[in-house]
């Protein structure tokens, strides 16, 4: 008998245990069900209310709603809005939890001429139509997929949640909210030398042609503040405008140049995007001369202001860089590695300073760099960077690209400054007062003096009276749409999806002046990129190799060449059209060369494929069979070291 009770003890136990595992996971799933949470395995947590979404949140003293609007009756509704709308739905139950209570969510089926469709018209959420051909004769059938944010008298909508726009759910959700809880804008002034403003030409809407739409750029920014364009020969700045951006200022006047230093030493602060070459301005300057002309005289900088703070900015130099190359396509042919478009990776961004710390990409074509030393009293920050591999080029040669600006390439060991921010007690670039105008210049010499005296004298600030805060750029190029984002026509809706963080950088700047820091955490991390650095490396290391063996075969050529043309004069006049043993035993040398070259070539993209073949095999092994391989491990060595306990016993 006792035999047989210690035959079934282990049955019987088995038993239990399965009975209790079954009880505790049903409990789990009782307990997950009525509690909605979620778990974010993702590397940056994209998918949990970030630490700024919180701040906000916490900010708010009045209930705010959020009417979320999407047709869920019917079929209607294509299955990827569907998804998408419960993803939605799940992230605003995530607001709701965090706020408190204090956001409530109000959700509606907005049916054809149903109480819902009119309160989602009020709340100017917009009906997109997906068919045509409606029975009833409308205009087709329509789907809801929007929200609006309501605090009191205020509202934020949301017509139509864009799922290409996924990555900014967060951020645009925390913006509305934002915007409800302080309605009050700041007041931004933009100064421009480039239609960022957008622009009207009554020629070309004669022949059917729309105007110009304003830059993306602006339309983000107006979202948050109360945008004022000031003229790019404006004497002074208005003391509404506490933050000021200058994007291109191409002959600027002293003048001009003397409001934005009285801007700064009263306490303004600063943004200024400057370039050395412009391909937006080089492409409405009209044909081909025109733009070789503006290209050679154009560029943009603060010549005078720079000076006074210590800092040098050179309009006739662009810089490559080996490491951040971008593949440019030109025309129908294949895409050409161009190294004086930057495509910044992190190892170029400061991580450490709040503006910069979520992005990892961005995007600068034919940018400049800042040099010089920061006088007495100014700290420098240095927001981007190039590596060591880079050079200064002739900007007249950069435009051709092509290669052309990395034929000869030299890296210069240094690593230039392409952004920084400059923080302390900035001194005048204009010791002797406002400078004299085009009318004054006309005037006597008495005259002139007599202006220059009155100019000490007109209350001019000779030093700022605290702290200012300047952030300077060398390029202005990474605002332009083109560079920064992928703009669509969605159900009539112009919407633009980033595709680099060159806007989350602008508007972190912005942000960190004027407006709610919390949102840049938001932003920045909408635009997420892991480059393959290690394979950028290789390929800049392969690059070197081609350069040299490059420059070789140029070097054999044009000494082949050479000594081909020497024969030619010392030929016999009769033997004009003879090659003589001499020039035939050249041109077989050369030719010779030119064929050990070409396999040497060969054999440097051969190794390179071998090396990026080999890197991205590793990576594969780690991700897929990685894990596994260490469970396995774990498991393996979990049951030998019972094993062992249990023979021991």
Request: glycine letters at 8%; aromatic letters at 6%; proline letters at 4%.
């Amino acid at each position: 008998m006792t035999t047989n009770k210690h035959k079934w003890e282990p049955l019987i136990y088995s038993g239990l245990g399965v009975a209790a595992m079954f009880l505790i996971l049903v409990a789990v799933g009782v307990i997950a069900g009525s509690v909605k949470t979620r778990l974010d395995l993702t590397a940056d947590h994209l998918y949990t209310l970030s630490g700024g979404t919180r701040k906000v949140l916490a900010k708010i003293d009045t209930p705010v709603e959020i009417h979320f609007f999407w047709t869920q009756s019917g079929n209607d509704m294509p299955v990827s809005l569907k998804t998408y709308a419960q993803h939605v739905e799940d992230l605003l139950d995530e607001y709701r939890q965090a706020s408190g209570g204090k956001i409530v969510i109000k959700k509606f089926d907005p049916q054809p001429d149903s109480d819902a469709e009119d309160l989602a018209k009020l709340d100017g959420v917009e009906g997109q139509t997906l068919n045509a051909g409606d029975l009833l004769g409308g205009g087709g059938d329509k789907v809801y997929l929007g929200l609006a944010v309501v605090c009191l008298d205020q509202k934020q909508a949301i017509p139509f949640l864009d799922p290409s726009r996924e990555k900014l759910l967060e951020y645009d959700l925390t913006r509305a909210i934002g915007q409800v809880i302080n309605p009050q804008k700041p007041v931004l002034g933009v100064m421009s030398g480039l239609p960022v403003f957008g622009q009207y030409n009554p020629m070309m809407a004669q022949m059917g042609s729309q105007s110009q739409e304003p830059w993306v750029a602006i339309s983000e920014l107006q979202r948050d503040f109360d945008v004022k364009q000031i003229d790019m020969n404006a004497e002074t700045i208005d003391t509404n405008i506490n933050v000021l951006l200058v994007i291109h200022p191409a002959n600027i006047s002293d003048r001009a140049q003397y409001a934005l230093d009285q801007f700064v030493l009263r306490g303004g602060k600063l943004i200024a995007f400057l370039d050395p070459l412009s391909a937006v301005d080089n492409r409405n300057s009209g044909n081909m001369q025109n733009m070789l002309q503006r290209a050679a005289s154009g560029g943009s900088s603060l010549p005078k202001l720079l000076k006074a703070w210590g800092l040098e900015f050179d309009t006739a130099k662009v810089v490559a860089d080996q490491n951040y190359v971008t593949p440019v396509r030109r025309g129908d042919g294949d895409p050409t590695p161009e190294p004086t478009w930057l495509s910044l990776t992190p190892k170029a961004i400061d991580r450490n300073d709040v503006v910069t710390a979520e992005i990892d990409s961005l995007l600068l074509p034919f940018a400049g760099v800042f040099t010089g030393t920061p006088i007495s009293g100014l700290n420098e920050t240095v927001l981007l960077k190039t590596s060591t591999n880079s050079m200064l080029v002739d900007k007249m040669m950069a435009q051709f690209g092509g290669g052309t600006s990395i034929k000869d390439f030299v890296p210069s060991g240094k690593e230039y400054a392409l952004a920084l921010r400059l923080t302390g007690k900035f001194k005048t670039a204009f010791p002797d007062g406002k400078p004299a105008g085009a009318a004054d210049s006309k005037d006597t010499d008495d005259k002139t003096k007599d202006a220059a005296k009155a100019a000490k004298n007109d209350g001019s600030l000779k030093e700022s009276v605290k702290d200012g805060v300047v952030v300077l750029v060398g390029d202005t190029d990474m605002l332009y749409d083109q560079f920064a984002v992928h703009v669509q026509n969605f159900f009539g809706q112009r919407l633009a999806s980033p595709f680099n963080g060159n806007l989350n950088f602008l508007q972190n700047v912005v942000e960190q002046m004027a407006g709610d820091s919390n949102l840049i955490g938001v932003r920045s991390r909408a635009v997420q990129s892991r480059p393959f650095t290690r394979v950028n490396e290789i390929k800049a290391q392969a690059e070197d190799q081609y350069r040299s063996k490059i420059s070789q075969l140029e070097k054999d050529l044009s000494d082949a060449q050479q000594k081909l043309g020497e024969l030619e004069q010392n030929k016999d006049k009769n033997q004009r059209f003879i090659l003589s043993p001499e020039q035939q035993n050249e041109i077989k040398q050369f030719q010779a060369k030119e064929a050990q070259t070409k396999r040497d070539l060969k054999e440097v993209r051969k190794q390179l494929r071998k090396d990026i073949d080999s890197l991205e095999n590793r990576l594969k092994w780690i991700n897929i069979a990685g894990m596994p391989f260490l469970v396995t491990a774990a498991g393996i060595s979990l049951a030998l070291l019972k094993r062992k306990k249990t023979a021991a016993q």
